[in-house]
């Protein structure tokens, strides 16, 4: 079984479009999070969610809107997508938000857009 | 701030070389420290972790020492193989901006090709 699962795996789209990425994990885990991983590998947070409740947003345009209808799920919708957003996104979830809990991820979704 | 820093690569290695991966970082408090690898086309797994100066992470014949006098988290395998080949991602958890949130600050990543 999947602990972590994102769908779709590939996602190719024009500029200006509106996508949705859905992420659900199975392990019980109250904490989810989205990652951007651009073209360099570089990984960087976006949003934490503890219990469908929103913990972090780093400074990721309004554009970008996460959903958590309940503590497994949470989804990336973006809307008016742009050049720049062409990245590999990565959904991954956590026991809790207790200190040094380790993460587990998902494969990823290649968004690229045209 | 914290921040995390990984030697660039790619490194590229002839199986069952010795491997090195050098990771240091700047933290704040007393962070928890990990690595974390890559295979293509897939997402991270956690590879190992160190909670706390002096203690060893180690797993699949991979470990890391964490060092509080240097700073540093460098990964080590004795004898890697093609298998290995991945990008290999140090990150830390800092108690002091990490609780209540279960932040991890990632380093840059560092690919590893290991040629048969």
């Known amino acids: 079984d999947t602990a972590v699962s994102q769908t779709p795996k590939y996602l190719v789209t024009q500029m200006g479009n509106d996508k949705s990425i859905k992420c659900e994990q199975n392990?019980?885990?109250?904490?989810m999070y989205w990652y951007k991983q651009d073209s360099k590998k570089f990984l960087k947070i976006m949003f934490s969610?503890?219990?469908?409740?929103?913990?972090i947003n780093e400074t990721v345009p309004n554009r970008f809107s996460p959903k958590s209808p309940d503590k497994a799920h949470l989804n990336l919708h973006i809307n008016s997508l742009e050049l720049g957003d062409s990245a590999v996104y990565f959904c991954?979830?956590?026991?809790?938000?207790?200190?040094?809990?380790?993460?587990?991820f998902g494969d990823g979704t290649r968004l690229s857009i045209l | 701030g914290n921040s995390v820093t990984q030697m660039e690569g790619p490194v590229t290695l002839s199986e069952e070389a010795f491997l090195t991966i050098n990771c240091t970082y700047t933290?704040?408090?007393?962070?928890?420290l990990f690595w974390y690898v890559q295979y293509p086309g897939e997402g991270l797994q956690l590879l190992l972790k160190?909670?706390?100066?002096?203690d060893k992470g180690s797993n699949k014949g991979f470990e890391a020492t964490y060092r509080k006098e240097t700073t540093s988290f460098h990964l080590e395998k004795g004898s890697v193989q093609v298998s290995d080949s991945a990008v290999y991602f140090c990150?830390?958890?800092?108690?002091?901006?990490?609780?209540?949130?279960?932040?991890?600050?990632f380093g840059q990543g560092t690919t590893l090709q290991v040629k048969p």
């Open positions: 991954a979830s956590s026991q809790d938000l207790g200190f040094g809990q380790p993460q587990h």
């Open positions: 392990l019980g885990h109250d904490t």
């Open positions: 969610y503890n219990n469908k409740e929103l913990i």
């Open positions: 933290a704040t408090g007393y962070p928890s």
């Open positions: 160190a909670t706390k100066a002096d």
């Open positions: 990150a830390l958890s800092d108690p002091k901006s990490s609780s209540n949130t279960g932040k991890l600050i």
